[in-house]
C-alpha cells in the first residue's frame, strides 16, 4: 500500500521561507513521477512543481519559477519543496502526490493516484 506522509507547513511572514516534506513509503520511490499541488480556500486544486522520475525533468508553475525547488532523497524515500520569497498568495494547503496508472501529463492532479493528507502554508503579509 503506498502511502505519503508530508509535513513542514506553517505561518510564515511575506519573504520567508519554509520547506514541506513528502515521506514516500510502500513502492519504489525512484521509478515514479511526484508532484507538489496546492488549494486555497475557494479555489481548486491547482499545479506547483513535479518530476517525472528521479533524474528526470523537473517542471513549476510559472509563479513559483526561481523561488521554488522540488528535490529528491532516494535514500529517505522523500521528496522536499524548498520555498523562498513566500507571498501571500501562497497560502494554501499543501499535497504531495505520486504517479498513477494514467500518468500523462505533469501538470495534471488525474495523473496522480496517491497523495499525502496536505500540510497548510499561511504566509502573512
Known amino acids: 500500500q503506498v502511502q505519503l506522509v508530508e509535513s513542514g507547513g506553517g505561518l510564515v511572514q511575506a519573504g520567508g521561507s519554509l520547506r514541506l516534506s513528502c515521506a514516500v513509503s510502500?513502492?519504489?520511490?525512484?521509478?515514479?513521477?511526484m508532484g507538489w499541488f496546492r488549494q486555497a480556500p475557494g479555489k481548486e486544486r491547482e499545479f506547483v512543481a513535479a518530476?517525472?522520475?528521479?533524474?528526470?525533468?523537473?517542471y513549476y508553475r510559472d509563479s513559483v519559477k526561481g523561488r521554488f525547488t522540488l528535490a529528491r532523497d532516494n535514500a529517505k524515500n522523500t521528496v522536499y519543496l524548498q520555498m523562498n520569497s513566500l507571498k501571500p498568495e501562497d497560502t494554501a494547503v499543501y499535497y504531495c502526490?505520486?504517479?498513477?496508472?494514467?500518468?500523462?501529463?505533469?501538470?495534471?492532479?488525474?495523473?496522480?493516484?496517491?497523495w499525502g493528507q496536505g500540510t497548510q502554508v499561511t504566509v502573512s503579509s
Open positions: 510502500g513502492r519504489t520511490f525512484s521509478d515514479y513521477a
Open positions: 502526490a505520486e504517479e498513477g496508472v494514467h500518468y500523462s501529463d505533469h501538470d495534471r492532479a488525474s495523473s496522480y493516484d496517491y
Open positions: 518530476d517525472e522520475w528521479s533524474g528526470g525533468d523537473r
